[in-house]
Every structure is written in structure tokens, then in C-alpha cells.
């Protein structure tokens, strides 16, 4: 197994994390879009799904912030 220092895992996991919450935004998106009304039902797991990829784009910072993350350490490469 690799050794990772701290100073790449940071950068790598705010790459991870943006990409993953935006992939769930996008399918749960498409998601709504094809089920239509049916979607915004509470109980449907479409509206679940919808309601779990918009915590994911909140819970662990948001993806501006992830995205700060990233642009900081390119420019720090630079």
C-alpha cells in the first residue's frame, strides 16, 4: 500500500466528494424529469433519492467550498 502525504489526500478527497455529490445531483435530476409528477410524492424513493444527493451536496461542505479546495492546491502546483 501507498503512503499518502496530507497535503495530496486533501485536494484528491474534495475531487471525490465533488465529483460523487454532482453524479447523484445529475441522476437524481434525470430521475425527476422521467418520473414527472410521481417524483415530488413523499413517499416515492425518486423524492428520497432527490432530497439524500442535495444533503450530499451540503453535508460534507459544499461544493463551492470543494471546489476552493481544489483551485488552491493547482494553484499551489503552478
Known sequence: MRSVSASSAVPTAAMAKLYASEVAHR???????????????????????????????????????QRYVIARALVKQA
Not at 27 to 50: C, D, K, L, M, P
Request: cysteine-free; glycine content about 10%.
Open 27 to 65: 441522476a437524481a435530476s434525470a430521475s425527476v424529469q422521467i418520473h414527472g409528477g410521481y417524483s415530488y410524492v413523499r413517499e416515492s424513493e425518486i423524492s428520497r433519492f432527490h432530497a439524500a444527493a442535495k444533503i450530499l451536496e451540503i453535508g460534507e461542505g459544499t461544493n463551492e467550498i
